[in-house]
Each structure stands twice: as C-alpha cells, then as structure tokens.
C-alpha cells in the first residue's frame, strides 16, 4: 500500500520499523509522524489549497478477501453525498450520541459512524476496541442511543447484554457483513427491536442498502438508498425481473472514481456507466434486496451451481453453532468439493454426523458439506468480515482440522 500509493508522510501512534522494508520495496524513506508530533505547535502559513468535490478525497484499500486489495479512489462529493443519503433512511438528530467502535480506516465507519454524527452535530463516543465489557460500560456511562456494528457485535449483545441495559437504544445497523437470519430473528425476540441490516462495498462510499425503520425485512438487506440506482443483471448484462438471482450493479454519487494505479480493474468494474460489485442478490416485488453471495464465492460442484450462504444459513439454525463459513475447495472428482469451518458454542461438542444428517433434511445432498472443521475462531477482517480466502488456504493442508 505504500509503494502502491506512492506514500510521503506516515501518522501513527508509535513509529514503525519501516527500514528494512522500504529498502527490499526500493522504496524512498517516508516521514513518520507520531500524534504527539502531530499536537506540536509549527510556524507555517496556511496554504489556500483549492479543492472540487469532484477530486479524490481518500483511498480505502479492499480488504483483498478474494485477491490483492485494490485502492479505491473516493471523492469529498462521493462520501458527503453517501452520508446525506444514507441519513434520509436512518434518521439522526442532534440530541443522538453515537458509539463509534468500527475501525475509522473504513469507510463503513466514516460514512455511518462519523459523518453522519458530525453533518447533524450530534456526539459522537469514539471506542478503539470492542471489548464486551467495556462496550457496555460505554453505553451507560456515555448515555449511548445509537449504535452501529458487524454481526459478530449483534451476536454478543444478543448472548449478554439485558433488555435493561440496550432499552435506550434507539437503533441497531448491521453492515460489513451477512447478518445470518437466525441471529436476527433472535434478537429481536430477545429486545423487541430489529436491527437495521444494510450493505455495501468500499467503491460505492460505502452504503447501497439499508433496511428503514419504518418497515424491516429480516433476512433483506433492505432497498437501495433514495440517490442510488441499482438493476441485477445476469451473466450478459441483462437486466433480470424480481425473484431472479443476479450480480447486483450500482449507480449514483456514491460510486467511486476509480481504483488507484489500475486502469483495467477500474474498467471491468464501472462498466457501461454501472459498478459491478461481484455480489449475487435478488429482490422482491417491493425492491428490497436479498443477498444470496459474493460471485465468486459460488461453489460449482459437478456442474451444479451453490451458493455458500445458503448452505451457511441453515447451519447457523443448527443448536450449538456459534459461526459458519462454508467454502469450495479443489476436488479432482467434482471440480469443488463443498467445505463447512464451524465454530461450536462455549462448552458444545459438535458431531459431524448429526450435523450432516441435519442437513441431508434441509437442503440438497449435494450441497452438504463433504468435509468440516471445527475451530475456535474464522478469520475476520477488521470490519468482521470472514475471509474466506484464508480458509480456503489452510482447508488445502488442514491447517486446524482435528
């Protein structure tokens, strides 16, 4: 990322041992700044530096789950216009004071958490980690009434936190990843309030979707943002009618400029005017949105087409199942071999073939999973979102199979 954005100056808490590094990347030495140089009074002018909303306000480098991550180029005009949009669904007010506890590097956080808060001069309670206990010792002290996170936070409130202790929030958004509908279906019967889920991706500032107050779908990820344009094409670019699966395409000033140094992969992605977002969907005939999976973690076994999420969703459903992530893994027979990694429940002992018949109940047989591993913990990426690259690496040397 350095080299990629040809990087001059480096803020950080503390400064890094960066020597070595630059000197294999062939990279000029960058000037590291800490925060406490940055508190240091200077004698400067200040330079009048014209800007148009138009120009490139930030990078954000994807979080590379199927690849390289790629620098995606959003402009001021991008991410106000994204903030104004995504408030006119989800409505802030002054008197709101907000827990940011996402990772401020993303622009989930900026747009959701942070320029929101800051367009409508509401507080805004900044928490660098999510640690449960401290979470909720936030709430209370801070007086917290909104609150916005990935699943995983869902899933914690939903296990310790009390009705009395989350009555004064307000609402409940959940983005960065799938929210498995058992767990909403859960909460809400738990705190009788639904939590809001949303998408989006770093290109589009980042919020397509997202479920209004006024009438929640669980399982939806609600309908397009009221300045974002959407249509599902399949595999020609055919525009395809409700209840059809296809790739989801996104129009609006919400759309990046263009990823960073690469011209092609900026092609392939705004074509024809519409950014293709690689993400499988569906809507119903009130045009909210049903995500079914990212494309190119489609599973293709013996000609047929599987799409994990489904196959995750009903294991989720599954007594004792913390977290679920299924995968296709290489297969000389079938081409991809269908791959479950579970996360048992505190003090829960999974079989696999009670597991398995289960599933033989719910979906196809050729949609069960033909291996599983069980492990502690998925690897996430610091929005939540479970790297499914990563498993699959260690699915080919059972790296934590037991």
């Given at each position: 990322?350095?080299?990629?954005?040809?990087?001059?100056?480096?803020?950080?808490?503390?400064?890094?041992?960066?020597?070595?590094?630059?000197?294999?990347?062939?990279?000029?030495?960058?000037?590291?700044?800490?925060?406490?140089?940055?508190?240091?009074?200077?004698?400067?002018?200040?330079?009048?530096?014209?800007?148009?909303?138009?120009?490139?306000?930030?990078?954000?480098?994807?979080?590379?789950?199927?690849?390289?991550?790629?620098?995606?180029?959003?402009?001021?005009?991008?991410?106000?216009?994204?903030?104004?949009?995504?408030?006119?669904?989800?409505?802030?007010?002054p008197t709101d004071i907000n827990l940011c506890v996402l990772p401020m590097y993303h622009c989930f956080a900026w747009t959701?958490?942070?320029?929101?808060?800051?367009?409508?001069?509401?507080?805004?309670?900044?928490?660098?980690?999510?640690?449960?206990?401290?979470?909720?010792?936030?709430?209370?002290?801070?007086?917290?009434?909104?609150?916005?996170?990935?699943?995983?936070?869902?899933?914690?409130?939903?296990?310790?936190?009390?009705?009395?202790?989350?009555?004064?929030?307000?609402?409940?958004?959940?983005?960065?990843?799938?929210?498995?509908?058992?767990?909403?279906?859960?909460?809400?019967?738990?705190?009788?309030?639904?939590?809001?889920?949303?998408?989006?991706?770093?290109?589009?500032?980042?919020?397509?979707?997202?479920?209004?107050?006024?009438?929640?779908?669980?399982?939806?990820?609600?309908?397009?943002?009221?300045?974002?344009?959407?249509?599902?094409v399949d595999e020609n670019s055919n525009p395809l009618p409700p209840t059809k699966v296809g790739e989801l395409c996104v129009?609006?000033?919400?759309?990046?400029?263009?990823?960073?140094?690469?011209?092609?992969?900026?092609?392939?992605?705004?074509?024809?005017?519409?950014?293709?977002?690689?993400?499988?969907?569906?809507?119903?005939?009130?045009?909210?949105?049903?995500?079914?999976?990212?494309?190119?973690?489609?599973?293709?076994?013996?000609?047929?087409?599987?799409?994990?999420?489904?196959?995750?969703?009903?294991?989720?459903?599954?007594?004792?199942?913390?977290?679920?992530?299924?995968?296709?893994?290489?297969?000389?027979?079938?081409?991809?071999?269908?791959?479950?990694?579970?996360?048992?429940?505190?003090?829960?002992t999974l079989e696999k073939q009670a597991l398995r018949k289960y599933l033989l109940d719910h979906v196809a047989p050729y949609?069960?999973?033909?291996?599983?591993?069980?492990?502690?913990?998925?690897?996430?990426?610091?929005?939540?979102?479970?790297?499914?690259?990563?498993?699959?690496?260690?699915?080919?040397?059972?790296?934590?199979?037991?």
């Amino acid at each position: 990322i350095i080299k990629d954005s040809h990087m001059k100056f480096l803020i950080t808490q503390v400064k890094l041992p960066l020597a070595d590094v630059l000197t294999e990347l062939n990279y000029p030495n960058i000037e590291q700044l800490t925060y406490e140089d940055m508190r240091q009074p200077v004698n400067h002018e200040l330079i009048n530096y014209r800007q148009k909303e138009e120009d490139n306000c930030t990078i954000i480098y994807t979080s590379g789950t199927t690849g390289k991550p790629k620098g995606a180029m959003l402009s001021h005009k991008n991410l106000v216009a994204n903030t104004i949009d995504f408030m006119a669904v989800v409505k802030m007010y002054p008197t709101d004071i907000n827990l940011c506890v996402l990772p401020m590097y993303h622009c989930f956080a900026w747009t959701v958490s942070v320029s929101g808060p800051l367009y409508t001069g509401s507080c805004v309670v900044v928490q660098s980690t999510y640690i449960f206990k401290d979470i909720m010792r936030v709430i209370k002290e801070q007086n917290i009434n909104t609150f916005v996170g990935v699943p995983t936070m869902m899933q914690l409130f939903y296990e310790k936190a009390t009705v009395e202790e989350l009555k004064e929030i307000r609402y409940f958004i959940s983005g960065g990843a799938p929210l498995p509908r058992t767990l909403a279906e859960n909460f809400y019967r738990k705190f009788s309030i639904p939590v809001q889920e949303g998408y989006g991706l770093s290109e589009a500032s980042p919020v397509v979707t997202v479920n209004p107050a006024s009438k929640i779908k669980i399982g939806s990820i609600g309908p397009a943002l009221p300045a974002v344009r959407i249509k599902i094409v399949d595999e020609n670019s055919n525009p395809l009618p409700p209840t059809k699966v296809g790739e989801l395409c996104v129009q609006g000033n919400n759309v990046m400029l263009g990823y960073l140094n690469l011209p092609e992969e900026t092609a392939h992605t705004l074509c024809d005017g519409w950014l293709h977002t690689g993400d499988m969907v569906y809507s119903d005939e009130e045009g909210y949105l049903y995500l079914v999976d990212r494309l190119k973690d489609m599973i293709i076994s013996s000609g047929e087409n599987i799409y994990p999420r489904e196959v995750e969703e009903v294991i989720y459903a599954y007594p004792g199942v913390e977290e679920a992530a299924v995968i296709g893994i290489p297969d000389k027979l079938r081409g991809e071999a269908v791959c479950a990694y579970l996360v048992p429940k505190a003090g829960v002992t999974l079989e696999k073939q009670a597991l398995r018949k289960y599933l033989l109940d719910h979906v196809a047989p050729y949609k069960v999973p033909r291996k599983f591993y069980f492990c502690t913990e998925l690897p996430k990426s610091g929005t939540g979102k479970i790297l499914k690259k990563v498993l699959r690496e260690q699915a080919t040397v059972n790296a934590i199979s037991r």
